[in-house]
């Protein structure tokens, strides 16, 4: 298989490729087909619907599209590749594209429909977990349509840092609690969360959570449960990032229960960071290359970046953002100075950092009208540099942390090495 390059479908001349690749072939399998794609990159051009695409040098030969529903489920729907790249591995490399992108959106089910008789669609989807849970002639054409779905294990893509984030995800999907409060008071000491779990009519458990990213010793859990038992709470339950012998030994002799790292990591499969929060020196930030031309043909030096907000807001100012310049390049390619971060909704970091912003307003609210918060890190002395690419990275920074990872000072200094030379 050729190099692959996938990535999220957002320019309008990349929407409009959708047509030479679907219609030859859908047209004739499905009714109203071409009047269902426009609709459908209408959506994509607004940001209701998510595609990708995989390109051949500039020719558009896979794609995938997405559409959040109800009840954390989002439907997928023309998974295709053109039939000169079928069968060597371009549906399953594109399909695993977009279930990362459910998970990171925190969609917890993925519904599709094939036609009976697609044998090839049927097993390729069952074989990636799908189930059959219906059958309907869901196109009144007389063909019946397997219905089915996959439930998606859920997987932590926020901050690594955050370990107040990190706790409430645990808790809800994995703890089967519900968080009543963020930050609730009680007894005139402020928590960080209140929960219940709903046994039946007549039974609920009620706790308290706290939580530390530190090595945690017995006070903090002796406060915990103090304020637990005088409040009538049933369960007190610490999260850090490890505990001490004295507060093992008291948990122990009080029901307190203490979940470290290492437990997260045993029951969820979440990796922690590879370096420390107070290690923090700067960032990799993943750009496609025609955003990242521009950024050039703005040609400014100081500018305000927007992005997704899984990370990034424990950046500093005076930190490093390191641009790393997708596929095709696969290279980085310039570096810029923190001078300012901010976390909010969509809608107010538009009317906030919009006009300090390299793209338009339409490039904006498609890429963020789908996401509760978007990240706005404000640049300064943004230099370009001599193309690092992926020969030279890959003893430096696990390939991994390319498509986004904070670094510590170790590596930044490694690549600013690099340049010199």
């Given at each position: ?9 957002l320019a309008k001349d990349e929407i409009n490729q959708l047509d ?190 706290e939580v530390k990213d530190t090595n945690v010793d017995q006070d ?202």
């Amino acid at each position: 298989m050729q190099d692959e390059n996938i990535s999220r479908i957002l320019a309008k001349d990349e929407i409009n490729q959708l047509d030479s690749l679907l219609v030859p072939a859908l047209s004739k399998k499905y009714p109203n087909f071409d009047k269902w794609l426009n609709k459908a990159k209408e959506e994509i051009e607004e940001g209701i619907r998510i595609a990708f695409g995989e390109w051949t040098v500039d020719r558009l030969i896979s794609t995938v599209i997405l559409k959040p529903t109800i009840s954390n489920t989002v439907e997928l729907k023309s998974l295709f590749v053109d039939p000169k790249f079928q069968k060597i591995g371009h549906g399953l490399s594109i399909y695993e594209i977009a279930e990362k992108q459910c998970l990171k959106m925190g969609f917890k089910k993925i519904i599709v429909d094939a036609f009976c008789e697609d044998d090839d669609v049927i097993i390729f989807l069952i074989s990636n977990g799908y189930k059959i849970y219906g059958r309907e002639d869901l196109y009144g054409v007389g063909r019946y349509s397997y219905l089915l779905s996959k439930d998606l294990k859920p997987l932590y893509t926020g901050d690594p840092f955050d370990w107040e984030k990190i706790t409430k995800w645990l808790i809800e999907n994995y703890l089967g609690f519900e968080v009543v409060e963020e930050h609730p008071i009680v007894e005139q000491r402020a928590l960080d969360f209140s929960i219940k779990k709903v046994i039946d009519e007549k039974f609920e458990i009620f706790g308290l959570v706290e939580v530390k990213d530190t090595n945690v010793d017995q006070d903090p859990v002796i406060m915990l449960h103090q304020k637990t038992m005088a409040a009538g709470y049933h369960i007190p339950i610490f999260v850090g990032r490890n505990f001490k012998n004295r507060s093992i030994d008291f948990a122990k002799s009080k029901s307190v229960i203490l979940i470290n790292e290492k437990d997260i990591q045993r029951m969820t499969g979440w990796e922690p960071p590879d370096i420390k929060r107070d290690e923090i020196r700067g960032a990799i930030l993943p750009i496609k290359p025609e955003f990242y031309e521009k950024i050039l043909h703005k040609n400014v030096n100081q500018f305000v970046y927007f992005k997704g907000a899984p990370f990034g807001k424990f950046l500093k100012k005076s930190d490093q953002v390191i641009f790393y310049v997708e596929s095709p390049r696969k290279e980085i390619s310039a570096f810029g100075i923190v001078t300012e971060v901010s976390i909010d909704s969509p809608n107010i970091q538009w009317k906030t950092f919009g006009k300090e912003s390299v793209f338009n307003e339409e490039d904006f609210w498609r890429f963020a009208r789908t996401k509760r918060e978007i990240l706005a890190i404000k640049l300064t002395e943004f230099k370009m540099i001599e193309p690092i690419g992926e020969k030279k990275l890959k003893p430096i920074i696990p390939l991994k942390n390319l498509s986004g990872s904070y670094v510590g000072i170790d590596i930044i200094e490694k690549l600013l090495e690099i340049d010199k030379n």
